[in-house]
């Protein structure tokens, strides 16, 4: 059962994109978590402004249940990124020319960047 699971998530992770010069590039799981690090990091700092006086006021609103949880989320991507490069706690997952994958992190990569992307765009639905 393991075995249908991964393919899929294979294909999902390993998309491609065109550059400036139009080649296909085809991003790394690295690559892929480094971007929605940053993406995410975007749509809370957002959220966060938008929201911080009524968050501050009410924090149980759903809005800010949302936010609280896509920090969480980030966090959690950061860490499966630190894994799957051999980073240290705490090293700059923003340069991952350095990353040396590590295979069995790999699954935990995938799925915080999944659950990543769930957060941006629901805080993407919220930020006018």
């Known amino acids: 059962m393991k075995q249908f699971f991964i393919i899929p998530m294979l294909f999902l992770f390993s998309y491609a994109c065109q550059n400036q010069a139009g080649q296909t590039v085809v991003l790394t799981p690295q690559e892929i978590g480094r971007d929605t690090v940053a993406s995410l990091q975007g749509a809370i700092k957002a959220a966060q402004a938008q929201y911080q006086t009524s968050c501050l006021t009410a ?5 800010c249940v949302n936010i609280n949880k896509a920090v969480n989320a980030q966090n ?8 799957y490069c051999g980073f240290s706690p ?10 040396i994958p590590v295979a069995s992190a790999q ?8 659950n990543a992307q769930v957060f941006i765009t629901q805080l993407k639905g919220v930020i006018q």
């Open 107 to 114: 699954a935990g990569l995938i799925a915080a960047t999944s």
């Open 76 to 83: 959690a991507l950061v860490t499966s990124l630190e894994a």
């Open 59 to 63: 924090p149980t609103q759903p809005v």
């Open 90 to 99: 705490g090293t700059s997952v923003t340069d991952v020319s350095a990353c």
